[in-house]
Each structure stands twice: as structure tokens, then as C-alpha cells.
């Protein structure tokens, strides 16, 4: 019986190995499964098979290549369901993968294929590797994944970009990794956990605003809330009419809903998602000429949160507008009933914060954070 079957049926375990295929729990709900020794021939994979396989080794390089499961099986299309279900377990079988498996809705799924012999693999499929292309490829896979690491580890990455965020950090070119590198590098990793999608971000804010589009008008007072709008539908913004006296920044995306709901008859209120990302400080460039107004800055009462503001600001300093900082004095942070200590991290913001000259408010935070040993969240209060 295929394995196809047995993971619809969801009764396959450690029963079903035949002696030849070692189960090994990886953790609770997960475990990995592999035949050991050299792989088994392929001459008698049908070619369907073979074809499949094919499509699959092209989507991974080296010699311990790990793939995502659902990939694998979108490739395969859905007219190729059972076929890549078949094609796994003749895999697996012939000690050509391991297979990482997880406990879910009541079976085992597949979660992460390994080719264990890819080479060998390729050879055998009749794709000899190119020695220096490879080795090319090879490089530049592995400069994407040090490039990812970099960007998780960077303080003042957005929560949320775009593939092209990430490209223009990685390469210094908003297209400068290629459709064949996105596919590889989402079967590596799950992009969207580390805050990369492949959808256009959005612009969150409400106001009394009539915008001037190509197609006719978009009246953003209509909306009780706020809206969200992609920011290539500013971009194509070409005039607005303004009633906007006040543009109200807030960081929490809670305390942003709530100023948004209760915001004043000419006051604009617009969600800041954290260190502002690329597209945000273009599309915010862009309001700010359609709507120029000053505006008020209100983020979380701590380290990060000062520099976020700061960032903010110089957005409306460029446009010649003046800004200030808005729920964070040390006041709001006294009367906060939740506080956590501050870390190593935040400390050292802290101290490079004093190379800043900052607004009264901002510098009288800082100073509050720095005797408390405090910090807090602006949901607490806004």
C-alpha cells in the first residue's frame, strides 16, 4: 500500500517499517523516519516518477538538501496527488530521503523532506551536476540564508516587509533575487514566520481625507474605523481634499485601533509598524504632500520606542512640518499597572540614545527608564 494511503488513512507508525525504515522521536507529536545504508536503484520507477523526482531535485542543491513537504507536493499539482505520495515512500524506501513527520488531526503528516543523496540522485535521474554553476549556486544560496540570519538578528527590522524589503537588505536590489531563489529559499525556511510575504504590505489609517484617484474618488471619511490600502494605491494618488489638522502616529496596533474609532473630526490617525519599513517612510512621504499637517507621536515607553518615534519625526522634519512625542512621558510609564525589567538590549539603546538630542519628553523618558530599570507597553494606557 502506497503511503499515500496509509497517511489518508493515518495508521502508519513504527508498526508498519517492515524492519527496514528507523523511526526516531524527534520531540513531542514529531519524528523522523529513514531507511539506513546505501540507496536502492531506480530502474523500475515508473516514469511518472521520474518525472516528478526530477521536478523535485531541481527545487533543492547539495548534498543534505531539506525541503518543505506542502512545496513539494504544490509542485506535483493536484492531478499528481497520489503520484507524490508514491514517489515519497519509494523515497524513503530506497534510503534516498529522511522524512520529518508531525502528529496532527489524528495521523502523521509529512512536514520536512531531507535528500540525504541528492547528488547521487541527480546523477541517477540523468541531471549531472555543472561543476562551476553548481558552485555558484551554491554560493549565493548560502549568501541568502547568512543574509537571513543578519536580518533576524537586526533590532530595527520591520515586524511585517515584503520580499522586496528583504531583497534590497540582502542584495542591495528590491529584484535582485530571482524567482528560482524565492522558490528555494521558502522551501528552506517558513519565510512568512520570519515576517517576509510575498503580499503587499498595508497602509492602516483613517482621517478626513478625499483622495483623487485615477478611476474617481476615494472618500477615506466614509470609513467608522480606519481602512488599510495598499501602498501602490497612494502612489496612484494624484490630489486630495483635506480636512486633516492633526495626524495622530500610534504604534500598538490595539491602542491604533482604539484612537482610530475615537479620533476627532479633523484628526488623521495612522498605525506605525514599529521601525518604519521601506514602503511605509515612501507611502507616508507621499500622504504628507497630499496632506500636510503636523503631528503627534505615540509609542511604547521604552528604548525601542523612543528611537521608533525619533524615526517617525524625521519623516514630518523633512516635509518641514513639525512633530512631537504623545503618551510618553515618564508619567504614562509610572502609571502603568505592568512593567518589565529592562534588558541587556535595551540598555545598551539606552546609552546610545544619549548621543540623540531628543524632545523634552522623549529626554525625560529616557531618564525615567534609566533610574526605574523599567519599561512598558502603551496598550496599558492608550
Known amino acids: 500500500m502506497s503511503l499515500g494511503h496509509r497517511v489518508s488513512r493515518g495508521w502508519y507508525d513504527s508498526r508498519m517499517t517492515d524492519g527496514a525504515v528507523t523511526i526516531t522521536t524527534t520531540g513531542r507529536h514529531r519524528r523522523s523516519r529513514e531507511r539506513p545504508g546505501p540507496p536502492a536503484a531506480i530502474d523500475i520507477w515508473p516514469s511518472a516518477w521520474r518525472a516528478l523526482a526530477v ?4 527545487r533543492a542543491s547539495g548534498g543534505n538538501a ?4 506542502n512545496t513539494l507536493l504544490s509542485a506535483a499539482g493536484g492531478t499528481a496527488f497520489e503520484t507524490a505520495h508514491d514517489l515519497l515512500e519509494a523515497l524513503l524506501s530506497g534510503g534516498w530521503v529522511s522524512l520529518d513527520e508531525v502528529w496532527r488531526d489524528g495521523r502523521w503528516q509529512p512536514l520536512w523532506i531531507e535528500f540525504v543523496a541528492l547528488p547521487d540522485l541527480r546523477k541517477t535521474l540523468g541531471l549531472p551536476e555543472s561543476g562551476a554553476r553548481q558552485a555558484a549556486i551554491e554560493q549565493a544560496r548560502a549568501g541568502l540564508l547568512a543574509a537571513l540570519e543578519r536580518w533576524l538578528a537586526f533590532p530595527e527590522r520591520p515586524e511585517q516587509a515584503t520580499r522586496r524589503d528583504f531583497s534590497q537588505f540582502a542584495r542591495g536590489d528590491t529584484k535582485g ?4 531563489e524565492w522558490d528555494w529559499l521558502d522551501a528552506q525556511v517558513d519565510l512568512a514566520a520570519c515576517g517576509i510575504t510575498n503580499h503587499a504590505p498595508l497602509l492602516c489609517l483613517a482621517a478626513p481625507l478625499v483622495l483623487q484617484m485615477p478611476r474617481g474618488q476615494l472618500n477615506l471619511a466614509a470609513a467608522p474605523d480606519f481602512l488599510a490600502l495598499p501602498p501602490s494605491t497612494l502612489e496612484q494618488c494624484n490630489g486630495a481634499e483635506s480636512a486633516v489638522t492633526l495626524w ?3 504604534e500598538n496596533r490595539t491602542s491604533f485601533e482604539r484612537v482610530a474609532r475615537n479620533r476627532g473630526p479633523a484628526e488623521g490617525v495612522l498605525w506605525l509598524p514599529g521601525f518604519p519599513p521601506g514602503w511605509w517612510q515612501t507611502a507616508i512621504t507621499h500622504l504628507l504632500q497630499l496632506a500636510p499637517a503636523p503631528a503627534r507621536v505615540a509609542c511604547d515607553p521604552d528604548p525601542a ?14 516635509a518641514g512640518l ?6 510618553m512621558s515618564p508619567g504614562d510609564l509610572a502609571r502603568l499597572t505592568q512593567r518589565k525589567p529592562l534588558s541587556d538590549h535595551d540598555r545598551a539603546r539606552l546609552a546610545a540614545l544619549g548621543t540623540l538630542v531628543l524632545p523634552l519628553e522623549l529626554d525625560e523618558l529616557a531618564a525615567a527608564l534609566a533610574m526605574t530599570g523599567e519599561k512598558g507597553e502603551q496598550e496599558g494606557y492608550l
Not at 521536478?55 to 531541481?58: E, F, I, K
Open 55 to 58: 521536478s523535485w531535485t531541481r
Open 66 to 69: 531539506r525541503c518543505k513537504w
Open 177 to 180: 533575487i530571482t524567482a528560482a
Open 248 to 250: 495622530s502616529l500610534v
Open 305 to 318: 520606542g523612543i528611537e521608533i518615534a525619533m524615526h517617525a519625526g524625521r519623516l514630518w522634519n523633512n
Open 322 to 327: 513639525d512633530w512631537r512625542p504623545w503618551r
